[in-house]
């Protein structure tokens, strides 16, 4: 296992905590390395395709600003995001939400931590932590290079299972205190979708859904763009006809809705796995297999064949 360089600062995770972290760091002038898993930065935003950032405000106030803000400033630069946007209905969501294209946030990303001199290592994953008297000392990371450790000053774990912790001894549990976890979520999306029929369909038909709320943008943004945005979530009588037949699984009562980024496209949050353990490799295969499953059972359920959605 060979040695590397020692660092100020590493943040192993590139996932949003990570990448601005990494970034924060660099800045002030600590000679800083961020450490990705992946190829490409975001995290959850770019690989499980999660909606809409959200939030950065309380009612109308904004209280996050700073390197997060100017991230957002720069993918609308770059014509991947419709910045911050206000709901007409906050219920579950926020105030004020931000739409971004995927493929641009990793862009964004690596832009911003590069242009801030951090150092990045990808395809690397944590998998073991070097403890001395109570203080990490070193971390090792596995690779097709092989086992590497690196030293630092300060570890920032933005992992997101809090993994480099766990790996140092840190204590730890895993759901409630009846070991009961949140059921587990795999988002995806539907093109060539007419969209405004859809909002038709919800404007004419409210008692079908349990919320609806249009978006509306607070600042200009590229014309590739979606240019109208809502979200909502029902269909409940056609959720509950089918489910009661047995032609639809989604472990929920309803559909999770949003406009996607580009036109034409709906983002779907509506799946629903339970009794998911997020540190079980098992458990997360089954996830992975019966969650693949349920979007497809949607997809066939709202196809154009399919007079229920």
């Not at 192993?12 to 905590?17: I, M, R």
């Not at 969501?93 to 150092?119: N, P, T």
Request: one cysteine or more; proline letters at 4%; aromatic letters at 10%.
């Amino acid at each position: 296992m060979k040695e590397n360089t020692s660092y100020d600062v590493i943040v192993v995770g590139g996932g949003p905590s990570g990448f601005i972290a990494a970034t924060a760091a660099a800045r002030q002038g600590a000679k800083t390395l961020l450490i990705e898993r992946y190829g490409f930065l975001g995290g959850m935003p770019t690989t499980a395709c999660i909606g809409p950032i959200s939030p950065f405000h309380f009612k109308d106030e904004q209280v996050i600003g700073g390197i997060p803000q100017q991230f957002i400033d720069r993918m609308v630069e770059l014509g991947g995001s419709t910045g911050h946007a206000k709901t007409t209905d906050p219920k579950g969501h926020g105030s004020y939400v931000c739409f971004y294209d995927r493929q641009i946030y990793k862009w964004a990303a690596l832009q911003m931590v590069q242009e801030a001199g951090a150092d990045i290592l990808f395809h690397s994953f944590l998998s073991d932590v070097q403890v001395e008297n109570g203080r990490v000392v070193s971390i090792t990371t596995t690779s097709k290079s092989g086992r590497t450790a690196y030293r630092a000053q300060v570890f920032v774990d933005a992992t997101g299972d809090g993994d480099l912790a766990a790996l140092a001894g840190a204590e730890y549990s895993v759901g409630r205190a009846d070991g009961v976890v949140q059921p587990a979520t795999l988002m995806f999306e539907m093109a060539q979708v007419d969209t405004a029929a859809v909002k038709k369909y919800m404007d004419e038909n409210p008692d079908d859904f349990w919320r609806r709320s249009e978006i509306v943008p607070m600042r200009t943004f590229s014309t590739d763009l979606e240019q109208k945005h809502y979200c909502g979530q029902g269909f409940i009588r056609a959720v509950r006809e089918a489910t009661d037949s047995g032609d639809l699984k989604l472990g929920r009562d309803s559909v999770l809705f949003w406009t996607g980024v580009r036109p034409g496209v709906l983002h779907f949050n509506s799946t629903r796995v339970s009794a998911v353990n997020a540190i079980s490799a098992d458990d997360l295969t089954r996830a992975e297999i019966e969650g693949r499953e349920q979007p497809d059972v949607l997809g066939r359920f709202s196809s154009p064949q399919s007079t229920r959605v």
